[in-house]
């Protein structure tokens, strides 16, 4: 069966610092991935999406960046860290072209910026 | 475009009582939707989806969802709340241009009281 990982679970970072968020996806291949940021309060914003190694695509125009350097690995990266980026990301992965395939979400990181 | 709207941000129901969550859907095209609940800082889970076949679906839990196109509706139904159902609701389009990307409400947070 499938699994998704993401780490750390939690991460208190100060402002300025950099950033990298793991996930991995476990017993399938070639999987779409995907990146969502949920801000307090509000839905789930789609950040970034790979549909194969070193293909990424950028939702929203910001300080971060995503990395896929293997075929199960979702990398997502920051130089320098804003009060803005606080919040909780979801690494998620789906397979092949149907609409109806859903999305598998991972247990999310929970990132807080003093 | 594809878009969602869940028209109720907080919705509290009495355990036993019957659950509704609303979601209007807007799409050019027969949409793909889908229902995800939201555990307190966790991922989300599938309850259930409409991919054209029956219009109403049954899910995971006791909830089923009925797709309803003259109203462009897809709201959420289960009969009687139990406590364990206090969660996020996300109701979910599925952008159907080629890359499968969701479009998520923002989301319905369901409180059960004893």
């Known amino acids: 069966s499938q699994t998704i990982h993401q780490w750390p679970a939690t991460l208190v970072q100060p402002v300025g610092s950099p950033l990298s968020l793991e996930c991995t996806v476990e017993?399938?291949?070639?999987?779409?991935l995907y990146w969502y940021r949920q801000a307090a309060g509000r839905g789930l914003q789609l950040l970034f999406y790979?549909?194969?190694?070193?293909?990424i695509s950028s939702e929203v125009p910001q300080n971060l960046s995503a990395s896929r350097p293997q075929d199960r690995q979702f990398i997502l990266s920051s130089k320098k860290l804003l009060l803005s980026d606080s919040g909780f990301y979801l690494c998620?992965?789906?397979?092949?072209?149907?609409?109806?395939?859903?999305?598998?979400f991972g247990p999310g990181t929970r990132l807080t910026v003093l | 475009a594809q878009s969602v709207t869940q028209l109720d941000s907080h919705v509290s129901v009495s355990e036993g009582t019957p659950v509704l969550l609303r979601c209007n859907y807007s799409?050019?095209?027969?949409?793909?939707l889908f229902w995800y609940v939201q555990h307190p800082n966790k991922g989300l889970q599938l309850l259930l989806k409409y991919t054209s076949a029956a219009t109403l679906v049954k899910g995971i839990n006791g909830f089923e969802a009925e797709f309803k196109k003259s109203e462009t509706s897809f709201h959420l139904t289960k009969p009687s709340a139990h406590m364990s159902d206090a969660a996020e609701y996300f109701c979910?389009?599925?952008?159907?241009?080629?890359?499968?990307?969701?479009?998520f409400g923002t989301g319905t947070r369901l409180k059960v009281l004893a």
């Open positions: 799409s050019s095209y027969s949409p793909s």
């Open positions: 979910v389009v599925i952008v159907t241009s080629g890359t499968y990307k969701y479009i």
């Open positions: 017993g399938t291949s070639n999987p779409n």
């Open positions: 998620a992965w789906r397979l092949g072209r149907r609409s109806y395939n859903e999305q598998f």
């Open positions: 790979s549909v194969g190694i070193g293909q």
